[in-house]
């Protein structure tokens, strides 16, 4: 145990750094903790990811954040999956969305009774039977209804966006309320004689900010839980190859789709993310298959639209350290950890992160059996987030570069080959209780990927051949249908955007 804890420094700014202050500051700052962040305006962000899951409603949410003036100030758009395109092999595409597909029959998961399906001939697309793909293929967009018997109940959505208007429109939230936003660079971290806990941080001006419990969001250079606290990283590239990131941002291209798109390609993958004001591209790569300027000529020669700006270039390892929590210092964002950009994981770690600190504040003194727990929590999460990126590279036929024969013959995770093994049997999954991803989205990787399941549970043999078929085209005739009345995703934004504006006009007033 440590005494009293009233004063928490966060190193660092960033997406990590105001997620955390915006968090601590809606719930901890009104019982007395105060809360100071200190980053300098020399060291610049990391800046790759602009795209989430939806778990960052929750989180906007939770700091009582207005949507329609979130989506405003941070360019943002709406995202209701990942498009992949030539992952299981050259021309293949398919949507991982974020809604559920179909609606479940006697208890059963409903792609049991679309298997049953094509088992006996049947050629139609999972995708047939989603809301969310429905919607994005036609480039329509809705918020979600509370009837549940509507298919637009079925609607989840995420956004994309700038992230560095996001952690601007957070420092905003928190600075409001009472968090302290010190400039400077961090020279030294000064730790006790006594037990190695952390105390200060000395800034390059002499200055030192005092703190009883510290989060570290100094990103990969992780100076305070591992330069100073040394603890360890597992290193993942032997599962997760890609090791490299180059990002560029383009002029937006017509309507903002509303989803992601991976495309893959050589050594690695490129994303797509439309914005209200541009579109962000980037190819996450292995330097082991690829080089740099190799890389960025690909990256290049692969864009929809002019470039607005110069090339961002980022090497990181995948992996995670083997605790986030160490003495009196938590890990938050890149500093604890960092998979890759695919499946748009990092922020929703963070947010992880943050919301499990809440959970198991030490306000009365440090628990050791309360930061076990933490490390176990945010540890699982990246472990199963880890498993999930894996699948999508392994299950793969593609062969036609040294990089795609590597990942597809790679050894992976007992814990991954188990699951595949049981879906590929009947098509069973059951999360794990950490498992960030749905039944859905592992259905929607597996089976878009060439995963097909021998068989399907018996439980779907239960209803007539004839029932079958009336309800699989109802389904899809309500869907298509639903789709098409909802408006184009473009103005949905538009309106929202609008609406933010005439509200902060007569707000001024």
């Not at 100071?36 to 929750?58: H, K, M, N």
């Not at 298919?151 to 957070?170: E, N």
């Not at 009196?328 to 992880?352: D, K, R, W, Y």
Request: glycine share 8%.
């Amino acid at each position: 145990m440590t005494g009293t804890i009233s004063r928490v420094v966060i190193a660092g700014g960033g997406t990590a750094g105001w997620m955390t202050a915006a968090a601590l500051s809606r719930f901890l700052v009104p019982t007395g903790v105060t809360v100071e962040l200190v980053e300098s305006e020399q060291i610049g962000t990391v800046g790759v990811g602009e795209a989430t899951i939806p778990g960052i409603i929750d989180f906007n949410r939770m700091l009582g954040i207005d949507e329609a003036d979130f989506i405003a100030a941070t360019k943002g758009t709406f995202k209701l999956g990942i498009e992949f395109v030539d992952w299981d092999r050259i021309g293949s595409r398919y949507l991982h969305p974020f809604g559920d597909y179909g609606f479940d029959l006697e208890g059963v998961p409903f792609h049991h009774y679309w298997l049953r399906d094509r088992f006996r001939g049947s050629d139609q697309p999972l995708a047939a039977y989603s809301m969310c793909c429905q919607a994005a293929k036609a480039g329509k967009f809705m918020r979600p209804v509370s009837d549940p018997q509507s298919p637009v109940s079925q609607m989840r959505h995420a956004y994309h966006f700038d992230a560095g208007l996001y952690a601007r429109y957070l420092r905003d939230y928190a600075e409001k309320r009472g968090v302290t936003r010190v400039e400077g660079r961090i020279k030294t971290v000064e730790q006790s004689a006594r037990n190695g806990t952390l105390t200060a941080l000395e800034l390059d001006d002499g200055r030192r900010i005092k703190g009883d419990l510290f989060v570290d969001c100094t990103g990969f250079r992780a100076l305070l839980i591992g330069e100073t606290l040394g603890v360890d990283y597992d290193d993942w590239r032997a599962y997760l190859p890609c090791d490299r990131a180059i990002a560029v941002p383009c002029e937006k291209i017509d309507a903002a789709a509303p989803y992601t798109r991976a495309t893959a390609r050589g050594a690695g993958w490129q994303w797509r993310i439309p914005l209200q004001h541009r579109t962000g591209n980037g190819y996450v790569y292995s330097s082991a298959f690829m080089g740099d300027d190799e890389a960025e000529a690909a990256l290049l020669a692969n864009l929809d639209a002019a470039t607005l700006g110069p090339t961002n270039k980022l090497r990181f390892t995948p992996g995670r350290r083997r605790s986030v929590w160490e003495k009196n210092c938590v890990a938050i964002g890149l500093s604890a950890g960092f998979l890759e950009p695919l499946e748009s994981t990092s922020i929703h770690l963070i947010q992880e992160g943050v919301s499990k600190l809440l959970a198991l504040f030490p306000r009365d003194g440090i628990s050791q059996r309360e930061v076990a727990r933490y490390n176990s929590i945010i540890g699982n999460a990246y472990d199963y987030v880890r498993d999930f990126l894996i699948l999508h590279y392994n299950a793969t036929a593609r062969d036609d570069k040294p990089f795609w024969d590597y990942v597809r013959t790679m050894d992976v995770p007992d814990s991954l080959t188990e699951t595949v093994e049981l879906f590929a049997e009947n098509g069973r999954f059951f999360a794990h209780k950490s498992d960030l991803f749905s039944i859905t989205s592992w259905v929607a990787v597996m089976v878009g990927q060439g995963i097909l399941p021998r068989g399907y549970d018996v439980v779907a043999d239960s209803i007539t051949e004839q029932d079958l078929t009336a309800t699989l085209a109802s389904m899809r005739q309500t869907y298509a249908q639903a789709a098409s009345k909802m408006p184009p995703h473009q103005a949905f934004v538009d309106h929202l955007v609008k609406t933010a504006s005439q509200k902060s006009q007569a707000h001024a007033r």
